[in-house]
């Protein structure tokens, strides 16, 4: 029920998260079936299962890793087995480059912009990332990750007034809790990120976006 139209070449990208090990080897393919989007995931991971990929480390090192990014323009959620399109896709530089060599004109059904358009955001330097930080407690950690990663720009915003008018870059929201009024309309923005809900430091967690951005 699964039939490999196309594929892209191979990018030898840096690894994203503190555990994941060394390079890793990324592609995309478009594909044709007849399956339904649970049942070629379920399809995927077997294929990964074969190939010997054990789930012991988050982000960490792994002999394959078969992601469904799009299933046509669908929008499906089915927590927290499958959400299509790829909730990482849009902002990965390791996804968006074989992608835009398959299907640059493709629109994300969510963004609502191309992966051409998604992948250029990526490339403008320096490459900005506003951080929600309504507790007033992230400063040390952008100071730390402006040092480490200099082509970035990295700000906090905890009023209304600092947010830039455009949407370019990544607004990034780390920690979880109610949004206030002012801040609830940015998540309709292209570039807003939630990861309030992942596993881990905040650090680390920029540091994740970071370098899956291409940075």
Not at 25 to 43: H, I
Not at 83 to 97: A, E, I, K, Q
Request: charged share 25%; aromatic share 8%; glycine share 6%.
């Amino acid at each position: 029920g699964v039939r490999v139209e196309r594929w892209s070449s191979l990018y030898q990208t840096p690894p994203v998260g503190s555990a994941a090990g060394s390079e890793f080897t990324n592609a995309a393919a478009q594909l044709e079936t007849t399956l339904s989007a649970r049942e070629l995931l379920d399809c995927l991971l077997a294929v990964e299962n074969q190939f010997g990929r054990e789930r012991h480390i988050e982000w960490g090192p792994r002999t394959l890793d078969l992601d469904l990014l799009f299933f046509g323009n669908e929008i499906i959620d089915i927590p927290p087995v499958l959400h299509v399109p790829h909730s990482g896709c849009w902002y990965r530089r390791f996804v968006l480059d074989p992608l835009f060599e398959l299907v640059p004109d493709f629109v994300h059904p969510e963004k609502q912009q191309t992966i051409a358009d998604l992948r250029a955001r990526l490339l403008t330097r320096p490459f900005r990332v506003d951080v929600l930080d309504l507790a007033r407690s992230v400063d040390p950690v952008l100071r730390t990750l402006q040092t480490q990663f200099p082509e970035s720009e990295l700000r906090a915003i905890r009023q209304p007034d600092e947010i830039s008018h455009d949407d370019k870059g990544l607004l990034v929201r780390l920690d979880s809790g109610p949004l206030p009024p002012w801040a609830a309309p940015l998540k309709s923005r292209v570039g807003w990120l939630d990861v309030s809900g992942r596993m881990g430091d905040r650090q680390q967690k920029l540091i994740n976006i970071l370098r899956s951005a291409g940075l």
